[in-house]
Structure formats: structure tokens, C-alpha cells
């Protein structure tokens, strides 16, 4: 019998609807019960727990519980009676426990006047649906059905934002603009763990949503139905602190935001955000049956969980490249390796350019209770010249340079050619400038390289000069980098980053530093490693803000620099441009490609103030006034 169309449903065929819907209903379960793993089901919220999300859920008349381990995402909208919500569940009978769920779009749901329950279902020839089942992790997909789901290692993907050729575990997959890409477990990079959604009827199979995952989720190990991968168990509760004072071997007592806590040799120690430390953020595991003093667990965490003694109030920033956004603005938004929600209370700020992928932004963001990633604000720094080019001709490549301290391993005898500073390679041509004010070049020389990538990749020395700083390292046999992330590890921060196409190798005793916005893919970084076995070993990763990020900007004349020294460990000084007091650290770059720094030159200055109320410097440029023009002053 033909299914009725949406005009045939009228008061005289209320009864027929009833019926063909309890048939529907019956078959939807018939699926779900022959089912034993996970399975999931859109429909709207019938009803929910109240002042909870865990307890008793009823979705399109299907029973539900959801615990602590159920993963509730609301990107879509909060949950509410009558909201459209896809639920991921197991279990053989009702009430079926919930995995997951999410809000979703009002139209993702049925359209028919009386809502009813739907799966993604697989057509066959006889027109029986089928539930979707999910595809062994690093298996390949099959080639029939409409919608399915993999797990896998992404193996390759486009080369700027999302939208291309991504290859996971094997397989060739497409994703088009409207893809959906989440990063709430790590960065969507190489060697990342990540689930697929794609359509199976297109070649190359063609993404739907594509998330990164934790990395035991892609080790090959079916998962437990009715467990969220990276959850928090139902006997346990979790704490964010900053570790006051620990034991020198881990296990013992522990004091994190003023209280005391053990560990014992059951204790789980993770570092994968860096070493413990005084003052290190981490997040304890804490059962909550027998000693609730003795830590299951304790992992170093990243600086904005800190913000307050949970997740829930935590707040930061971020400095990154946009990977992906919605074109209406309201949705998901990728940033650095992270996804941030957008919503209608969002500031969105193109004073430095229009929004668009590749351009480095700013978020400023908070954590809510489900510890999504809300972005109060995003805005606009500079679009990157990552071409090998200064497009707009301000003797700057944003985004795409770097200063280095170091010393000379090797150079050619004309200077001309290939070098090679602690370990780090640069080419240098007739436009390079050299200065040998303190001492001569030679090998073991110490020397600072200001450079640019060029179209390949490749690093372009504009300046090498001979000098007595060093950047600011901690040891004569340490080396500074200052430049942007364009990898990082999938799952942390322990593994391999490159750094102006550099590669830098972060072990669990590397530290890891926040003070200037989070560490992800684009942000600028100082970088202090030693050459080990033919490798660059981390020791420290510290953010700043990117050259020409600032929230002040200033054109005026230098009066004096070099002053006081702001610390004795770092060579930071104070300069006076235009009566005014700014701080130049080893971070800052100083930028005489159009026009000189000296006593009496003129500058752009860009800044940002400091906690202690000083003026920090990012960039200092100069440049050249071509005429000057004098406004009348208005005033009110």
C-alpha cells in the first residue's frame, strides 16, 4: 500500500495516520530491540528531567536514562519539552540508556503534523529499514546505505580549513562546505583519532559531521555499549585546582587550591599537558565512595580550566587560525584546533578584515556546565601572508615569520647560501642584511635570525646578526624560537610540533605556558629546546601575543630604548616612543625591513597592556611618512 503524502492527512484520516504511526513506532523498535550496541533515534523531547539533565528522558515516546556518562551536547539550542534532539543509546529494551544527546535543528525532525520517531535508516531493496550500525574502527566503510559512521587515524586532509580531500584510516572521504567539524577532543590533525559521518552513495564518500576523538577510541577495541568514550564515571567526581604543594615523588600528599589530598600507588599520574609543578593546572579524580581524599587520578590540564574550581566557570582566549565557521555566524566555529559555539549574544568584530578561513582571530570564550566552549567574542587580527609574499607591502609576512637566537652551526664564505642555526635551517640571498656589531660570524657564534616562510615552506633569513642575548633562554645550552604552530599533537601536548615548519619534540617533562591566550594551531610561541640525539627537545612552550595583535597601536617617534631591564632572566627593555613607556621583550618583533629602528626614526607601534598596568610591545615598525596631514579638533 502507498504511504499517505502529508496533503492526505485530514480529519477524515486522523484514524489511518494513528494506525500507519503505531505500525512505524513498532517497526523503529522491532530495530532497536533486535539491536544489542548502540543505536541512535531523532524526535522531539516529550518530556525531562527537571533541574538536571540526568534521569528520566521520553523522546517521541521512547524511554531513556541518561547518566554521568552521557555526553549532552546543546550547540543546536538548549534542551526544553518539544525541542528536536538526536539521542545515541544501547540496550535490548526500554528504557534504552542514552549515550548521548543533542540538540538539533527544528528541521532535522520529522515534518509531518503529528511528529514521529526517527532513525537513520539504510534502504533496501524490499524498502525494510534498517538501523544504522556502526563500522568496526579502521574498517572499510561499506559501499551501500546512506548514512554510516568510522572510526579511524586521519592519514591526510586539505591543506587550509576543512573543506576538501580528508583520508581516514584508509579510505578517501569528501567533505563539502556544509560539513560539520567538531574538536572537542584535540585538533582535527594528522595522526588524530576521529569519527566519521558520511553518506555511502556518493564517490568519494562524502562527509556529514567529522569529530575528533580520544585516542583509545581508534586502538582497534570495540567499545562498550553504554559508554562515553573519555566520561567521567558514575562513582567519581572531578575537581580543576592549581597544585600548591606535591610530594617530590608524586605519591603522598598533595594540597591543590587549599586542599589536601593523597595519592597513593594506585594513583594514576597523566602528563600530557606538561610536567607536574607548583602552580600547574590539573584535574583530580576522586571517588566518591571510601577515602574521597585519595585521588583515582590527577592529569595536568590546560591554564583556562583554572579559572575558577570547576570546569563550569572557566574562561580564556584564544589567538589561532580560522579553520571553519557557519555562514549565518550562529553554530560551531573552529579556531586553533578547538570549536567554539557562536550565538545570537555573540560579538563578532572585522576591524582587521573580514572573517574568512586561514585568517587568524581572537576568541574570548567561556565554559558553561556541559563544558562546551561558548565564545563571547571573536575578532578579527590579520589575514596571514603565507605565500612567500608581503601581500599588502607593510614589511610584514603576518603570520608567516619569525626571530630566532641561536648559534651559527654552519654558513657559506660569501654568506650567501645555505645556513644552518642550532640546528634550524635558513637560506640568505643579496637582500638578506648581515651585521657583525658583536663579533665576527663563525661557527659557535651566537647569532639572531629574523626570517619568513617563503611559498615552499622554506625558511628565508632577512636579517642574521651577531649578538650577546640569547632570548631569554634558561641555559647556554638552550635556544629560543619565536614563531607560529602550524602542528600540534592529536591528544595533548606531549608529542611532535612544528613550528614555522620546524619540527620540536615535547616530552611529559616539557613545560607548557598560557599566560598570552591558549596553545593552538597559529598561535604565536616562544619555543626553548636543546639539540638531543639530532632532534629539537622541548623544554618550555610559552604563548604571546602574535606581532600586530594588540589591542593599542601608536605611530610616533622612538625618544630613547634600552633603559632599565625588566628582568634580569629576560632581556626585556623599555623604549620610549613618543613620551610613552613600552616593554620590548625577546617576543616582540622589530621590524627595520621598510625603514630604520633608531633614535629619532619614526614607528608603528602595536601593544597590548599588561596585568600590571605596562605597555607590551608586539611589534615595533618602521616606517617612513610620506606627508603628514593636520585635522581640526572637534570638541564636545
Given at each position: 500500500m502507498e504511504a499517505p503524502t502529508q496533503q492526505n492527512w485530514t480529519v477524515h484520516t486522523i484514524v489511518l495516520s494513528i494506525i500507519i504511526s503505531t505500525l512505524c513506532t513498532l517497526l523503529i523498535w522491532s530495530?532497536?530491540?533486535?539491536?544489542?550496541?548502540?543505536?541512535?533515534?531523532?524526535?522531539?523531547?516529550?518530556?525531562?528531567?527537571?533541574?538536571?539533565?540526568?534521569?528520566?528522558?521520553?523522546?517521541?515516546?521512547?524511554?531513556f536514562i541518561a547518566n554521568s556518562n552521557t555526553d549532552f551536547r546543546q550547540d543546536k539550542g538548549s534542551f526544553a519539552v518539544g525541542v528536536c534532539v538526536e539521542v545515541e543509546y544501547a540496550g535490548s529494551s526500554q528504557p534504552y540508556t542514552a549515550t548521548k544527546i543533542a540538540s538539533k535543528n527544528a528541521d532535522d525532525c520529522s515534518v509531518s503534523s503529528t511528529p514521529t520517531a526517527s532513525v537513520t535508516t539504510t534502504e533496501t531493496p524490499s524498502g525494510t529499514p534498517s538501523v544504522t550500525t556502526t563500522v568496526t574502527p579502521n574498517s572499510t566503510p561499506s559501499p551501500s546505505g546512506s548514512e554510516q559512521e568510522a572510526y579511524g587515524r586521519i592519514e591526510s586532509m586539505p591543506g587550509s580549513g576543512f573543506v576538501?580531500?580528508?583520508?581516514?584510516?584508509?579510505?578517501?572521504?569528501?567533505?563539502?562546505?556544509?560539513?560539520?567539524?567538531?574538536?572537542?577532543?584535540?585538533?582535527?590533525?594528522?595522526?588524530?583519532?576521529?569519527?566519521?559521518?558520511?553518506?555511502?552513495?556518493?564517490?568519494?564518500?562524502t562527509i556529514r559531521e567529522l569529530e575528533s576523538r580520544s585516542a583509545s577510541d581508534c586502538n582497534g577495541a570495540s567499545q562498550t555499549p553504554g559508554a562515553t568514550p573519555g566520561s567521567?564515571?558514575?562513582?567519581?567526581?572531578?575537581?580543576?585546582?592549581?597544585?600548591?604543594?606535591?610530594?617530590?615523588?608524586?605519591?603522598?600528599?598533595?594540597v591543590i587550591n587549599g586542599v589536601a589530598y593523597n595519592a597513593d600507588s594506585s594513583t594514576e599520574f597523566k602528563q600530557e599537558h606538561g610536567s607536574f609543578a607548583m602552580g600547574i593546572c590539573v584535574k583530580?579524580?576522586?571517588?566518591?565512595?571510601?577515602?574521597?581524599?585519595?585521588?583515582?587520578?590527577?592529569?595536568?590540564?590546560?591554564?583556562?580550566?583554572?579559572?575558577?574550581?570547576?570546569?563550569?566557570?572557566?574562561?580564556?582566549?584564544?589567538?589561532?587560525?580560522?579553520?571553519?565557521?557557519?555562514?549565518?555566524?550562529?553554530?560551531?566555529?573552529?579556531?586553533?584546533?578547538?570549536?567554539?559555539?557562536?550565538?545570537?549574544?555573540t560579538g563578532f568584530k572585522e576591524r582587521n578584515g573580514?572573517?574568512?578561513?586561514?585568517?587568524?582571530?581572537?576568541?574570548?570564550?567561556?565554559?558553561?556546565?556541559?563544558?562546551?566552549?561558548?565564545?563571547?567574542?571573536?575578532?578579527?587580527?590579520?589575514?596571514?601572508?603565507?605565500?612567500?609574499?608581503?601581500?599588502?607591502?607593510?614589511?610584514?609576512?603576518?603570520?608567516?615569520?619569525?626571530?630566532?637566537y641561536g648559534i651559527i652551526d654552519s654558513f657559506p664564505a660569501d654568506l650567501k647560501g645555505a645556513w644552518s642555526v642550532s640546528g634550524i635551517p635558513y637560506s640568505t640571498s643579496d637582500s638578506?642584511?648581515?651585521?657583525?656589531?658583536?663579533?665576527?660570524?663563525?661557527?659557535?657564534?651566537?647569532?639572531?635570525?629574523?626570517?619568513?616562510?617563503?611559498?615552499?615552506?622554506?625558511?628565508?633569513?632577512?636579517?642574521?646578526?651577531?649578538?650577546?642575548?640569547?632570548?631569554?633562554?634558561?641555559?647556554?645550552?638552550?635556544?629560543?624560537?619565536?614563531?607560529?604552530?602550524?602542528?600540534?599533537?592529536?591528544?595533548?601536548?606531549?608529542?611532535?610540533?612544528?613550528?614555522?615548519?620546524?619540527?620540536?619534540?615535547?616530552?611529559?617533562?616539557?613545560q607548557f605556558k598560557e599566560n598570552n591566550g591558549l596553545l593552538g594551531l597559529g598561535a604565536y610561541v616562544a619555543i626553548e629546546y636543546s639539540i638531543q640525539d639530532g632532534h629539537n627537545q622541548v623544554h618550555e612552550i610559552e604563548t604571546h601575543v602574535p606581532p600586530g595583535a594588540g589591542a593599542n597601536s601608536l605611530i610616533g617617534q622612538i625618544d630613547d630604548k634600552g633603559g632599565a631591564l625588566v628582568s634580569a632572566k629576560v632581556s626585556a627593555a623599555v623604549w620610549n616612543i613618543s613620551g610613552r613607556n613600552y616593554t620590548v621583550t625577546p617576543a616582540t618583533n622589530l621590524?627595520?625591513?621598510?625603514?630604520?629602528?633608531?633614535?629619532?626614526?619614526?614607528?608603528?607601534?602595536?601593544?597590548?597592556?599588561?596585568?600590571?598596568?605596562?605597555?607590551?610591545?608586539?611589534?615595533?615598525?618602521?616606517?617612513?611618512?610620506?606627508?603628514?596631514?593636520?585635522?581640526?579638533?572637534?570638541m564636545q
Open positions: 530495530g532497536l530491540i533486535a539491536r544489542a550496541s548502540e543505536a541512535n533515534l531523532t524526535g522531539h523531547i516529550d518530556s525531562m528531567p527537571s533541574g538536571t539533565l540526568e534521569g528520566s528522558w521520553v523522546v517521541e515516546g521512547v524511554n576538501g580531500t580528508w583520508v581516514i584510516a584508509g579510505v578517501t572521504y569528501q567533505a563539502p562546505s556544509n560539513a560539520e567539524f567538531k574538536q572537542r577532543n584535540g585538533p582535527l590533525v594528522v595522526g588524530a583519532c576521529a569519527k566519521v559521518h558520511y553518506f555511502t552513495n556518493t564517490s568519494p564518500l567521567t564515571p558514575e562513582d567519581e567526581t572531578e575537581i580543576y585546582g592549581r597544585v600548591e604543594s606535591m610530594p617530590s615523588g608524586l605519591v603522598g600528599n598533595w583530580v579524580h576522586l571517588p566518591t565512595t571510601g577515602s574521597s581524599a585519595t585521588m583515582r587520578e590527577i592529569e595536568t590540564e590546560q591554564e583556562y580550566h583554572c579559572g575558577g574550581s570547576d570546569g563550569g566557570s572557566a574562561e580564556g582566549e584564544l589567538y589561532g587560525r580560522l579553520q571553519s565557521f557557519p555562514a549565518n555566524r550562529i553554530g560551531d566555529w573552529n579556531i586553533g584546533g578547538m570549536t567554539f559555539v557562536a550565538s545570537s549574544s573580514a572573517f574568512a578561513v586561514g585568517v587568524t582571530v581572537k576568541v574570548h570564550f567561556t565554559v558553561d556546565s556541559n563544558g562546551v566552549h561558548q565564545a563571547r567574542e571573536i575578532e578579527t587580527k590579520f589575514a596571514n601572508d603565507d605565500d612567500g609574499s608581503d601581500d599588502d607591502g607593510n614589511g610584514s609576512h603576518e603570520g608567516a615569520e619569525g626571530h630566532a638578506t642584511t648581515f651585521s657583525q656589531s658583536d663579533g665576527s660570524f663563525a661557527v659557535g657564534v651566537q647569532v639572531k635570525v629574523e626570517y619568513y616562510l617563503d611559498s615552499n615552506k622554506n625558511r628565508v633569513a632577512r636579517k642574521i646578526e651577531s649578538t650577546n642575548d640569547n632570548g631569554g633562554a634558561s641555559s647556554a645550552t638552550h635556544y629560543k624560537v619565536f614563531g607560529y604552530v602550524n602542528q600540534m599533537p592529536a591528544n595533548g601536548f606531549v608529542g611532535t610540533w612544528m613550528a614555522d615548519n620546524n619540527a620540536f619534540v615535547a616530552d611529559s617533562s616539557a621590524n627595520d625591513a621598510l625603514s630604520g629602528l633608531g633614535v629619532g626614526e619614526t614607528v608603528w607601534v602595536n601593544s597590548y597592556t599588561a596585568p600590571d598596568g605596562s605597555e607590551v610591545a608586539t611589534l615595533i615598525r618602521g616606517i617612513t611618512l610620506v606627508e603628514t596631514i593636520y585635522l581640526p579638533t572637534i
